[in-house]
């Protein structure tokens, strides 16, 4: 008996070590899209905050402390994004990469600004993210009056005199991607024959398809995301339409091409210059690739918001997060993406965005000189 009293004492202290251990982890949270219409992004957030925090840890952790890594799912809805903030918060993480929709990003940045989280957004382009004087809010992507206005650019240049239309999901994302484009292009000297909105969701466009024919439309600006562009252009060309479709970088999933099969091939998009392609990540990329994981889209940038902050908590010696976000703002970041620098919004300094245009086989290439 005596024996066995050793034993279960000897194990509920391995236990408590083991705990004590685990307490000393600093928990942190990526949180996406991990359901519905925008899962494939939400995928390509987690396997790249997944593959960081582990890489991160192999290297010993930050400031001597391994991550733990919880998993967060806003399904790109507003009201969910708030309460992942809030649980988030008050879990007291100390940072999140998130979110991928504008219009999760912006609710929950309140909550985290309120909790003490610092917010990094792989993904969301909507200026107003940070327009808003919060202190806590940053991202490693570009913004929509950025990649509208090289849409505009590239309509203008190789569009020029032919008839236009854009179209927006009503969504934080969509129509403000669509509104920055329209403004670029209006400046340029272009007016659109037609601006038309629907409601994301929608599975039904022969209405809106039957107005691009009547008005002979050559391109379509859609401020959207994958789901409905891939409908939009399916039934397009089943009522003989050769329109050009045109979107933003929402369009940036393999997904896309799942949707509209070979009759995708044409389609623009922009987004920014394939990291995939940038010495940075090479290493990376090969890594991935050892698993079957294709980092495309948004994977390499949500390892980036992993690299950006560790490094600045590294550089802080802290995980509190307005020590951080000072030391972020003041500091020169190296990532898988490249080089990231920010202003007092915490808008990255470099911005570069590029057009994409979809072929037959489910890939797509850049358009050498589309870009800045």
Known sequence: MKSLKLIGLAFGASIALSSAAFAQDVSIAVAGPMTGGESAFGRQMK????MAVADINAAGGVNGKKLALSIEDDACDPKQARSVAEKIAGAKMPFVAGHYCSSSSIPASEAYADGNVL??????TNPLFTERKLWNVARVCGRDDQQGLIAAQYIAKNFKGKNIAI?????????????ETKKALNKAGVTEKMYESYNKGDKDFNAIVSRLKRDN?????VGGYHQESGLILRQMRDQGLKTV?????????????????????????TFGPDPRNKPTAKKIVDAFKAKNIDPEGYTLYTYAAM???????????????????????????????GPIEYDAKGDIKQIDYVVYKWDAKGGYTEIKGSGT
Not at 217 to 221: A, G, N, Q, S
């Open 47 to 50: 396997n790249g905050a997944e």
């Open 119 to 124: 917010q990094i957004t792989p993904a969301s």
């Open 167 to 179: 179209l927006n999901d009503k969504t934080t994302y969509g129509k403000g991607l669509a509104d």
């Open 217 to 221: 439309i050559d391109l379509v600006y």
């Open 245 to 269: 479709l045109m979107a933003g970088d929402a369009l940036a999933d393999k997904e896309y091409a799942s949707i509209t099969g070979p009759a995708g091939e044409g389609t623009l998009f």
């Open 307 to 337: 690299q950006v902050w560790s490094q600045a908590a590294k550089k802080a010696g802290t995980t509190d997060a307005k020590k951080v976000m000072e030391a972020m703002k003041a500091g020169k970041w190296d990532t898988v993406i």
